[in-house]
């Protein structure tokens, strides 16, 4: 089974902070996607990386795949209230569908 | 452009009951996606079609039916309910199947089998 395993589970800042966190496989990626998936929605694409070793930047987040394509990183400067939600990573099955990570909880408190 | 809709939101049912979560896209996209996703966890893959007349199992197709008759189209049946499928369930669509292609989202169905 090709696991994504994503830490930490559960986070609580205060707004301002800076945090990071990770998506984590035993095996190679071809690509990873991280989504963001607010209470009550379905998620939504945040961003995909695709080349070991990639930085890809999105205002405050900024997203890292690991040069050996076993793992990724998402950190966030400067949290705000509005980045609340449940970060997924997910990454292609090779079947033309995707297997997602548990997931990571933010909350930011203002 | 309405994007991916389902329905209903919300959903009660009795042990044993049938129902099927409608699913349909307006974006042309020939891959569909049927997900559930428990308290605090991540999406499991339950079943998923490449294109109209074609569908496969994914991670937890059991107690699960689905049929794709026409693009837009993607429903899910639910046989003989029983309280483990309490979950929430999303669809989803993309244009190409490959993982580095979007996959968009619906609202979700809320279902309680009690």
Known sequence: TQ???QSPQFLSIQEGENLTVYCNSS???SSLQWYRQEPGEGPVLLVTVVTGGEVKKLKRLTFQFGDARKDSSLHITAAQPGDTGLYLCARDTGRRALTFGSGTRLQVQP | NAGVTQTPKFRILKIGQSMTLQCTQDMNHNY???YRQDPGMGLKLI???VGAGITDKGEVPNGY???RSTTEDFPLRL???APSQTSVYFCASSLLGQGEHEQYFG???RLTVT
């Open chain 2, 107 to 109: 609202p979700g169905t």
């Open chain 2, 47 to 49: 079943y998923y079609s």
């Open chain 1, 3 to 5: 696991l994504l395993e």
């Open chain 2, 65 to 67: 039916n689905v049929s």
């Open chain 2, 79 to 81: 046989e003989l309910a």
């Open chain 2, 32 to 34: 569909m996606y049927w």
């Open chain 1, 27 to 29: 095996s190679v990626f």
